[in-house]
C-alpha cells in the first residue's frame, strides 16, 4: 500500500480523457464524413447493444457543458482526440479541409485555455477517415497512409500549435493493429476467422499495420520538431498500451520468461523502434520475415521521436508460457492469459470488463520496468481507470456512490507517487479515463469508465460521480505546493 510520505512534483499535471468517437456524436453534421468506426458500427452483430458513436455523449454541441464539468472536477488538464475526417472528411493530402470542422477544435481549445485548462490532443484515437480505408487498404499502405496522416498532423500544427503544447500522435497502435487486423474485434474488422471477416490475414497484416503507424508517428514528429517546435515550445509523444504481468506459476522459469516476452509484444513492438532503433528479438524469433524489416530511412524517423512515453494503463494478468511452437495467428508471445495463478489466487477483482482485474501495484511495476529499459524517460500517464461490474443496471443514487472506482484511484494514483517518489521514475502528468461514461468500442454503452454519469435516455445529462471528488482530492493530497 501507498504510504503517506509518498508526493508528486509541483507541476505534475492531472486531468481526465476522452476520444472523438466515443463523445462527440454529430457524425453527419458541418461536413463531417464517415470513419471506419461508423462503417463498423453498420455491420449487424460486431457492437455489443447494437449501438453507434452517432449521439454518444453529444458532446459536439456540449463543449461548453464538458468545460464546466472539468471546472467542477478541479482539473489542470484535459486529453481529448480529434475525429480525422471532421477536419479532412475524405482524409487525404489533396482532398479539401473542412473549415468548419477545424474551426471546432480551435474554439474549443480556446475555450478550453480560457477557463484555465490545459489541452492534451491525440492526433489519432483509431477513427480513420473510411474513405482512405476504401482508397488504398488504410493502414495496410505505408506510403500513402504516412503521406496522408502526415498532411493531417501539419494541418493540425499549423491552426492550433502556438496554443497547445501536449501532442499525442497515435492513441494505442496495439489495438489498432491487433483488434482492427488480427483479432478482428475493432474497425475496420479485418482477421483470418472467416467467421467473421471475408478479408484479412491475422498472420501478416497486424505486423504490418504496426510497422506503418511507427514510420507515421516518426514523420508527424519530424514535421513538429522542425516546424513548429522552436516557435511554439510544445512536446510531442505516443501513447502506448500495456498491463503488468506476474507468473502462473513463479517456480515455473518458462512463466517467468513468458511474463517478459508478453510485455514485449505488447509494449516494446513499439517503445523498442522508438527508443532503442530495432524490434524486440523475441519477437524478430517468433514472427521471423512477417514482422517488416526497417529501411535505413525509416528507422531513422522512428528512433528518438518520443519527447515523453503516453503510458495507458488499467490492470494485470497471470502469465502461462504454451509449449510447443506458436500458431501463425498467435500476437501475444506463445503464452496465456489468466485471471488466477495456479494457487488459485485470482490477480484482482471483476469489472464489468472481462480483460480488467485492477493489481495496483503493477502499475508502479511497470512504470519501474519501462524506465529502466528506455532509460528513464518522462512519463506522461495517458489513461488509467476501471469499469464497475453491473454499474449500468444500477439506480441512479447508488450508481453515483462508485466507491470501488473511487477505490481504484485510491490504489493507482498512490502507485504513482510511489514510483515517483521511491523509485525515481520520471512520471509527470496523469489523465484518468474518463471525464464521462461514454461509446465503449465494441461494448458499447453497457460498459461504463466515466467519473461522470452520463444518462443516455435522460438528454445526455451529466452527473458527477463519487470518484471525481475522490480524484482531486488525491492530487490534492499528492502533489506538492510550489
Known sequence: MTTTDSHLPSDFLWGYATASYQIEGAIKEDGRGPSIWDTFCEIPGKIADGSSGEIACDSYHRTHEDIELLKKCGTQAYRFSLSWSRIIPLGGRNDPINEKGLAFYVKFVDDLLAAGITPMITLFHWDLPDELDKRYGGLLNKEEFVADYSNYARVVFKAM????????????????????????????????????????????????????????????????????????????????????????????????????????????????????????????????????????????????????????????????????????????????????????????????????????????????????????????????????????????????????????????????????TKDGVNVRGYMAWSLMDNFEWAEGYETRFGVTYVDYKGGQKRHPKKSAKVVAELFNKYIQKA
Open 161 to 420: 500549435g502556438s496554443k497547445v503544447k501536449h501532442w499525442i500522435t497515435f492513441n494505442e497502435p496495439w489495438c489498432s493493429s491487433i483488434l482492427g487486423y488480427s483479432v478482428g474485434l475493432f474497425a475496420p474488422g479485418r482477421t483470418s476467422d472467416r467467421s467473421k471477416s471475408a478479408v484479412g490475414d491475422s498472420s501478416r497484416e497486424p505486423w504490418i499495420v504496426g510497422h506503418n503507424i511507427l514510420v507515421a508517428h516518426g514523420s508527424a514528429v519530424k514535421i513538429y520538431r522542425e516546424e513548429f517546435k522552436a516557435k511554439d515550445g510544445g512536446e510531442i509523444g505516443i501513447t502506448l498500451n500495456g498491463d503488468w504481468v506476474e507468473p502462473w506459476d513463479p517456480s515455473n522459469p518458462a512463466d517467468v520468461e513468458a511474463c517478459e516476452r508478453k510485455l514485449e509484444f505488447a509494449i516494446s513492438w513499439f517503445a523498442d523502434p522508438i527508443y532503442l532503433g530495432k524490434y524486440p528479438d523475441s519477437m524478430i524469433k517468433q514472427l521471423g520475415d512477417r514482422l517488416p524489416q526497417w529501411t535505413p530511412e525509416d528507422i531513422a524517423l522512428v528512433k528518438g521521436s518520443n519527447d515523453f512515453y503516453g503510458m495507458n494503463h488499467y490492470c494485470a494478468n497471470y502469465i502461462k508460457a504454451k509449449t510447443g511452437p506458436a500458431d501463425p495467428n498467435d500476437h501475444a508471445g506463445n503464452l496465456e492469459l489468466l485471471m488466477e495463478n495456479k494457487a488459485g489466487e485470482s490477480i484482482g477483482p471483476e469489472t464489468q470488463s472481462v480483460w480488467l482485474r485492477p493489481y495496483p501495484i503493477g502499475f508502479r511495476y511497470l512504470m519501474v520496468w519501462l524506465s529502466k529499459r528506455y532509460g528513464y524517460p518522462k512519463i506522461i500517464v495517458t489513461e488509467n481507470g476501471t469499469s464497475l461490474k453491473g454499474e449500468n443496471d444500477l439506480p441512479l443514487e447508488k450508481l453515483l456512490d462508485d466507491e470501488f472506482r473511487a477505490e481504484y484511484f485510491r490504489g493507482y494514483i498512490g502507485a504513482t507517487a510511489d514510483a515517483f
